[in-house]
């Protein structure tokens, strides 16, 4: 079951509003792995994303418009970096979206299990040893057959917006000295060996800002969940 994000502010926010500094290269990556070999082919499966509006009261109401929206805008800059990440790599044919979702939403679980205990290292897992050893396991086997590729880039976001009403509230409540959280920013992307399923790269961000909603402002979340991809030479 994914976390929504109204769980994941009132956890976190207070901690993270921005992406988390002083990462280093060898949480990110798993061990033994430093960078797609030369001629690796990957796969960009569909970007899996979901937006909501917060009403005056706090609730967390999905957008199906917002959303649609934000696929588009995010998709279309994955593919755009296309030449950033490796020689070789394409977009997940349509026809195979509804048949690899389950894969998708199974990415969005394990993602948030490394966030959680790994990259924030609440409740770390002794069998980890503080490394990055997380795996898709199996599930990933159609996928390798069903498109040939070595490895696949999974995302994630979940972003929030307060409407007009949760603006107004937030404001009457801080001349009362009582602050209320508005939106929030959470996304995850992962390289998956498509051979074993492990997960050889993992970055994340967790803010305040940002817009899917906005093709500029997709662009730069895309570059920021990006960042330190372990490119081929």
Do not use: C
């Not at 957008?63 to 696929?71: L, M």
């Not at 990440?85 to 490394?114: C, F, T, W, Y």
């Amino acid at each position: 079951m994914f976390y929504r994000p109204r769980f994941l502010i009132g956890l976190f926010l207070s901690l993270l509003l921005h992406t988390a500094p002083g990462w280093t290269q060898s949480k990110n990556l798993a061990p033994g792995f430093t960078r797609l070999p030369d001629q690796a082919k990957v796969v960009i499966m569909p970007a899996d994303v979901e937006l909501f509006s917060i009403s005056a009261g706090g609730v967390q109401e999905p957008r199906a418009d917002w959303t649609e929206q934000a696929q588009k805008h995010l998709q279309q800059e994955l593919l755009h970096q296309r030449s950033n990440l490796a020689r070789q790599v394409s977009p997940l044919k349509a026809e195979l979206h509804d048949p690899m979702a389950e894969l998708n939403g199974l990415h969005g679980a394990v993602a948030q299990s490394i966030f959680l205990h790994h990259i924030q290292g609440i409740s770390k897992l002794p069998t980890k040893n503080g490394e990055l050893r997380w795996t898709l396991g199996e599930a990933v086997k159609d996928l390798r057959d069903q498109t040939q590729a070595d490895y696949a880039l999974f995302v994630w976001i979940r972003d929030s917006y307060a409407s007009a009403e949760r603006k107004a509230a937030m404001i009457a409540m801080a001349f009362l000295g009582v602050g209320l959280a508005g939106g929030a920013q959470v996304g995850y992307a992962s390289l998956v060996n498509l051979k074993d399923g492990q997960v050889v790269w993992f970055n994340a961000l967790m803010r305040a800002s940002g817009d899917l909603r906005e093709p500029q402002a997709a662009e730069e979340t895309a570059q920021v969940l990006l960042r330190n991809f372990p490119r081929a030479p």
